[in-house]
């Protein structure tokens, strides 16, 4: 007889009846509470003149965002307290926020509609329409912590940092606005926690830094070397889940497609058209 032998019957997986307790099967949470856009309209009775400045003002952000291919921006500096509160609650907090350092400091709250930035800071308040704000990319890499670059002293456990930061060196050099995207995939790549240190310092730190928010975040830097931007995915968990450097004029994680713009057109002309 061969060694293998089957089990009897009545024997194993599903070969029992279940229980009333059995019937339902306990499936592992999903995930919950994903950011989607959802229709606010603003609580405000239009019956007067009242919110005419802020109701023109949305008009022609809506029709910026349907002319593809330009950048806008709309001052709101003079605005009484209702028109910008009604500014304010019509366009909300969407996803991506950014910090800026400068002079003045900025800081960058992208609205529900995607393409559509509050920018606000010492004597600034506006709204911009662009893919990205033009502040965020007007000068990122100015350095807030210099890049040491080669001259980064060498620590016991660095290992495969120099060459990366060789790589990334040279790419920047040679960037121009035609160039393809290149990335280095820290995930994939072998390198040693000295070797992070060391590009850290190596490559220092920009001026700008972005947060997208949605199932996990998505953090992005400037180093202090032009078109190096550092882009780390996280999860639901805060862990970090892909760590990339970027050579790119801006990481397209936090642009605005075409079509989000149009969409966000069309979406603030619905809001307008039901609260009007």
């Known amino acids: 007889m061969s060694n293998f032998t089957m089990p009897p019957t009545g024997f194993g997986p599903g070969s029992q009846p279940l229980d009333d307790q059995d019937d339902k099967l306990d499936y592992m949470p999903l995930p919950q509470d994903m950011r989607t856009y959802a229709p606010h309209l603003p609580d405000v009775e239009i019956e007067d003149e009242t919110y005419g400045p802020a109701l023109a003002l949305l008009k022609e952000v809506a029709a910026a965002c349907l002319n593809i291919g330009t950048t806008a921006e709309f001052d709101l500096s003079y605005l009484d307290v209702p028109n910008r509160a ?19 400091a900025l800081a960058v709250q992208e609205s529900v509609f995607a393409g559509v930035w509050c920018i606000s800071g010492a004597g ?6 662009a893919p990205v704000p033009p502040c965020v990319t007007a000068d ?11 001259d980064t002293p060498m620590q016991p456990g660095v290992q495969n940092a120099p060459p990366l930061l060789v790589e990334l060196l040279d790419k920047s050099a ?6 393809e995207l290149h990335v280095i995939n820290l995930t994939l790549l072998p390198h040693t926690e000295p070797d992070l240190l060391w590009l850290d310092a190596a490559l220092g730190e920009g001026s700008v830094t ?5 199932y996990g975040n998505c953090r992005v830097s ?16 805060d ?12 990481p397209e994680v936090v642009l605005a497609a075409e079509e ?15 609260i009007t």
């Open 140 to 150: 990122p890499f100015a350095p807030r912590r210099a890049a040491q670059g080669n």
């Open 86 to 104: 009604l500014i304010a609650e019509t366009l909300g907090e969407g996803e991506v926020a950014a910090k800026i350092w400068g002079v003045p």
């Open 174 to 179: 040679a960037f121009t606005k035609e160039a």
């Open 124 to 129: 600034v308040d506006r709204v911009d329409v």
């Open 210 to 214: 972005l947060l997208s928010r949605g």
């Open 260 to 274: 989000d713009l149009i969409d966000s057109g069309n979406r603030i002309i619905s809001v307008l058209e039901a």
């Open 222 to 237: 400037a180093t202090a070397v032009r078109n190096v931007w550092r882009v780390q995915f996280f999860n639901s968990m």
């Open 239 to 250: 862990t970090l889940i892909l760590d990339t450097f970027e050579v790119t004029h801006a």
